[in-house]
């Protein structure tokens, strides 16, 4: 079921009709997201579930995003890709006090006015906790030669001339 994806949703209603959302959402749309990209080119694979729990009443969504997202590996400062699949289970509530009633399933989704909301900005949240804080490869990315910098420099230290070898030497010239 692929369709255009809508730039604002009324979320409430949504659940009620039990719909699916699902497309693709350009990086570049999510500027926060930018800015911690090493590039924003490609897209997020969204598919959001809409629904009402059957148990609790409770309207909420079950979203994936899947992407790619470039980073720099803080390790070896070179561009990395980052493959990120969030599941996320979102109860909406309209307000901070029944987050308390809800299922240990669901994170709260505070919705406290009428306004329609911007779809992207779900999934940025979520994509954005989804990086991780120190980016790195999988990959043992720094070339051999960094590992023996450290022996390097005791060979240095070891090659000066002692202080007694100098002495010696003026010594003999007695
Ligand atoms: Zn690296």
Redesign the pocket.
Known sequence: MHQKLPIEIDPFRLAKSGLILEGELPLKVMRRLSEVLHDDHGSVHVKMNFDVDKVLGTPYVHGEFTASLSLI?E??S?P?QYKVNVQCSLAMVSNERKIESLAEQYEPWVIDNDNPVILSSIVEDELILAIPLIP??DHS??PAEAWFAGEEIEEGVEKKVSPFAVLAALKSKD
């Open positions: 590996c390790r070896c070179e990395m790195k490869h990315c720094l």
